[in-house]
């Protein structure tokens, strides 16, 4: 994906880096400072979650971290393709091996939005989600 470019593959490899690290980072601080308490109401089961203000804000930019690396390796999966189409054709089986590699993208970043609009949903649905205040 790199494209052969000791630059590019440098700056992804310091993205990638630096976006898991700070998703462990936020994810140790928010079991660290996240309580629950189960609680029975009328026979049902609820589940409380009470939060501090300051970890309040590293779920979503953990999500804004994840979506912009994503995007990120959409950028570069569409800039190989525009050179790729670019070339003269020669046919062949680097063709069908591009054309597979494509349908994987297309695939796999299909799925991400998705995935990432029904998080969005999840996240800020008031029926659906799990921040409820007793």
Known sequence: MYEQSRKILIFLIFTFLVV???????????????????????????????????????????????????????????WITVKHFREPRQGGIMEDCFTVLMRTHVAYFASFVAISCLQLIADYSPTLSSRQIL
Do not use: H, K
């Not at 009328?42 to 994503?70: H, K, M």
């Open 20 to 78: 898991n690290i700070f998703d462990g980072v936020g994810v140790i601080l928010l079991t660290m400072y996240v309580s629950g308490e189960e609680l029975i109401l009328s026979g049902t089961y609820q589940c409380a979650f009470d939060y501090t203000e300051d970890t309040l804000l590293l779920a979503p930019i953990t999500w804004i971290l994840g979506n912009v690396r994503e995007v990120l390796a959409l950028c570069l999966a569409v």
